[in-house]
C-alpha cells in the first residue's frame, strides 16, 4: 500500500525558511507527477507547487512564486518544498500528493488531478 509522510513543518518566524519533506513508501513514485497543496483553517486546499516525473517541469503559485522550490529526488523517492522568505499568510497545513492514474509528464494543478494525500504538516508563521 502507497503512503506518503510529510515531515518538516513547524513554527517560524516572518522572513524564516523551512523544508517540508514528502516520502512515499510501498512503490517507487519516479514516473508520477507530485504536488504540494495547503489548507488554512476556513478556506479551500489550494494549490502550491506541482512537478513532473523527472523534476524537469514545474510549476508555482503566483503567491508562491519566487519565495517556495519545489524539487524532487527519486532516488530517495522523496518530493521536497523548499520555503524562504515566509509570510503570515503561508500559515495552513501542507499536503503533498500524487497522481498515480497517469504517467507523470507533466504537473497538475488542481485537488481533483490527484489521487492519493499524505496526512499533512502544519506550518505556522508568526509575525
Known amino acids: 500500500q502507497v503512503q506518503l509522510v510529510e515531515s518538516g513543518g513547524g513554527l517560524v518566524q516572518v522572513g524564516g525558511s523551512l523544508r517540508l519533506s514528502c516520502a512515499a513508501s510501498?512503490?517507487?513514485?519516479?514516473?508520477?507527477?507530485m504536488g504540494w497543496f495547503r489548507q488554512a483553517p476556513g478556506k479551500e486546499r489550494e494549490f502550491v507547487a506541482g512537478?513532473?516525473?523527472?523534476?524537469?517541469?514545474?510549476e508555482h503559485a503566483t503567491s508562491v512564486k519566487g519565495r517556495f522550490t519545489i524539487s524532487r529526488d527519486n532516488a530517495k523517492n522523496t518530493v521536497y518544498l523548499q520555503m524562504n522568505s515566509l509570510k503570515p499568510e503561508d500559515t495552513a497545513v501542507y499536503y503533498c500528493?500524487?497522481?498515480?492514474?497517469?504517467?507523470?509528464?507533466?504537473?497538475?494543478?488542481?485537488?481533483?488531478?490527484?489521487?492519493?494525500w499524505g496526512q499533512g504538516t502544519p506550518v505556522t508563521v508568526s509575525s
Open positions: 500528493a500524487v497522481r498515480l492514474r497517469s504517467p507523470g509528464a507533466t504537473f497538475y494543478l488542481t485537488v481533483s488531478d490527484y489521487d492519493l
Open positions: 510501498g512503490r517507487t513514485l519516479s514516473s508520477y507527477a
Open positions: 512537478i513532473n516525473w523527472s523534476g524537469s517541469s514545474t
